[in-house]
Each structure stands twice: as C-alpha cells, then as structure tokens.
T-cell receptor
Framework: GAVVSQHPSWVICKSGTSVKIECRSLDFQATTMFWYRQFPKQSLMLMATSNEGSKATYEQGVEKDKFLINHASLTLSTLTVTSAHPEDSSFYIC??????????????FGPGTRLTVT | GQNIDQPTEMTATEGAIVQINCTYQTSGFNGLFWYQQHAGEAPTFLSYNVLDGLEEKGRFSSFLSRSKGYSYLLLKELQMKDSASYLCAVRGTDSNYQLIWGAGTKLIIKP
C-alpha cells in the first residue's frame, strides 16, 4: 500500500515552454501533497504544500506564478513549470501525506521527475 | 529557528557497522524520520521514532533521545548497496505531515 506515482519520469523541453508533472496517490487518499526540488548533490528543498481543494502554500523564494500547483482531487496533484528556463532543470519529487499503519503521519514519495530545459 | 544537523559524508567498510548522527532544534517535535536516498532516486522510508529508545528493523536501527534532541541511525553488516544518502527529518507540531529536513549524510561503502 501507499504507492505514489509521478508522470513523466523524465522530460526535456525547450526554454520558454511549460511542463506539467502529475503526482498520484494510487491506493490511498492524500489530503496533503508536497512538491520538492532537488539539485545535484543537494538535499531536498520543499517548494510548496498543497491541500485538496485549496490553494497551495509556497515556501519563501518560490514563485507561485511560475510553479503552478493544483490539487483538485484526493488522489491527484499537478505541478506546472511555466515558461521554463535552463535554471529550472532539476529533479522534482512529490510526496503524499498518509497515515502509516498504526503509527503516525508519513510522507510517501513518488519516484521523481527529472526535468531538463534546453 | 528550525535546525537539523547531520554529517555531510561518512565512509565505512563493507561488513562493518556505521552510526549516522542527527541533532535537531525545532519549535515542536512530533516524530523523527530517517529516509534513504540513492543517487537519482526519490527517498524511501527507513524508520520512525516518536518515543525515546531504540527501534530495530533488520540491519537498521534508529535511536531517539528527545531530551537531547538527538537521534542516530545504525547500519550493521554493511553492504555495497547501502551506499546512499541518509536523510534525517523531524515532524513539527505545525502540520500533520510537513517535515523539516536535514541536508543528508552521504555514506560511502568501500570493499
């Protein structure tokens, strides 16, 4: 249980175009989803937290107009990188909040999406 | 402020034991997680501690002391596949799911 998928797993796009990344919780309902970005050899950087049916909460320094997040259902959140630039090239990872069996809340991670902007 | 410290890099020998430490200072505490992350992959869950003491799970164990703001991850009988980054993360009291992440410890296993 607690499987999270991401699509696509990798994408190459041209500068100026937009890219949409999907994050789905396959076997549980996730009221909260997180979007992270990770540059090579660096730790996870939280970009935003999204709750189903409400606007996402962005971390300081993350442009909400550039990184559009939609959490329209309990199993799907999307991140759209608008007008992508080469500096947006990174590994984007989503996670979904769920209750670990008999324990407490945990984040279940998707496999990540590697974005390369040329 | 919120701060989680762990060593940047550690090296150990195949078959040996290694302990990765994590100290934290957070405004609230509601559990500590350890995740493993191989290069180019997403993190995978290893352990969760919310009470003081040692949690053992196979070759991996995790310890927590809330009074000291300290945790460690102990890896026994090291295998080459254990070469990865190990991330310490603390769940505060602000949100049910949000985690405060350490920078990760890169563990290098040598034959």
């Amino acid at each position: 249980g607690a499987v999270v998928s991401q699509h696509p797993s990798w994408v190459i796009c041209k500068s100026g175009t937009s890219v949409k990344i999907e994050c789905r919780s396959l076997d549980f309902q996730a009221t909260t989803m997180f979007w992270y970005r990770q540059f090579p050899k660096q730790s996870l950087m939280l970009m935003a937290t999204s709750n189903e049916g409400s606007k996402a909460t962005y971390e300081q320094g993350v442009e909400k107009d550039k990184f559009l997040i939609n959490h329209a259902s309990l199993t799907l959140s999307t991140l759209t990188v608008t007008s992508a630039h080469p500096e947006d090239s990174s590994f984007y990872i989503c996670s979904a909040g769920g209750v670990r069996s008999g324990s407490s809340y945990e984040q279940y991670f998707g496999p990540g999406t590697r974005l390369t902007v040329t | 402020g919120q701060n989680i410290d762990q060593p940047t890099e550690m090296t150990a020998t195949e078959g040996a034991i290694v302990q990765i430490n994590c100290t934290y200072q957070t405004s609230g505490f509601n559990g500590l997680f350890w995740y493993q992350q191989h290069a180019g992959e997403a993190p995978t869950f290893l352990s969760y501690n919310v009470l003081d003491g040692l949690e053992e799970k196979g070759r991996f164990s995790s310890f927590l002391s809330r009074s000291k703001g300290y945790s460690y991850l102990l890896l026994k009988e090291l295998q080459m596949k254990d070469s990865a980054s190990y991330l310490c993360a603390v769940r505060g009291t602000d949100s049910n799911y949000q985690l405060i992440w350490g920078a990760g410890t890169k563990l290098i296993i040598k034959p």
